[in-house]
């Protein structure tokens, strides 16, 4: 009794924690809509498929769509088989790619493949909170009309998932759980702090191998030297998907985002 109380004083102190952070952000927020200029939304549909090989090597696909009606653009995306190596229990190897191919109204298509190298670290704990912080590195790499950008950027991304059912029950099929993470994200050719993430997900384990998950980013952003204001919205539905086990699928294994 006493470890399910501690518990759950823990899940409280958590979530109160990020409720008073997000009040902050509204704070911000607000100052985005003072300046009149328009918010924009995207809208996406994503799909991550696992194949743990081992103990320690799991593959990983992630493929989607987005709709991004301020920039009259739909994208597709999809990956080859990305590489997850558990170094420790506490620790993982990332290695990815993402390719994206945007169809832009009145305009040439762009193409872009995406590198990705990251490593994640696990907080021990005795609960059943999953609390990770996932650091990458990443270079967009876009080619429209026969030229090439590329987009060098660093971001990290603390999280922590709450299952709402207690004791065994939690993260297995037929239960909610809850994801907070916060990321921010640096251009390394401009040198400066270009966006910030702020993420709530709202997950269900349909069966076992099986979880759907609505997810709403809030963004901000700015230019060099100046404040982070609300500037969009993503609205995501996500499946994550393993055929090949019987367990539940926790929220460890995370999209490589399209953006």
Sequence with gaps: MQTAESF????????????????????????AADDDKPITNEYRTTLIVTKPIN??????????????????????FFSPPNIVYAVKPWMELWLAAVFTV??????????????????????????????????????????????????????????IGIPFAKGDRAWKPKTFYMIQDIEPIWRLDTHNLALIRWRTIGGYVI???????????????GDR????????????????WNPWTK?????????????
């Design 102 to 159: 945007s169809k832009i109204k009145n305009s040439s298509d762009s193409w872009e493949f995406r590198p990705v190298a990251g490593i994640k670290f696990y907080v021990p704990t005795k609960t059943k909170l999953d609390i990770s912080v996932l650091t990458r590195y990443e270079d967009k790499l876009v080619t429209k009309d026969g030229d090439t950008t590329s987009t060098p950027r660093f971001r990290t991304r603390p999280a």
């Design 247 to 259: 367990t539940a699928v926790r929220p460890k294994m995370e999209a490589i985002d399209g953006d």
């Design 207 to 221: 069966k076992q191998g099986l979880n759907m998950e609505f997810m709403y980013h809030m963004e901000f952003s």
């Design 55 to 76: 103990k320690k090597l799991i593959l990983f696909g992630y493929y989607g769509f987005a709709k991004l009606p301020h920039k009259d653009t739909n994208s597709v």
């Design 8 to 31: 759950h004083s823990i899940v409280l102190r958590l979530v109160l924690t990020f409720l008073m952070l997000g009040t902050g952000m509204s704070g911000v927020a607000q100052t």
């Design 225 to 240: 030297g100046q404040p982070k204001n609300y500037t969009g919205n993503i609205w995501r539905l996500g499946f994550r």
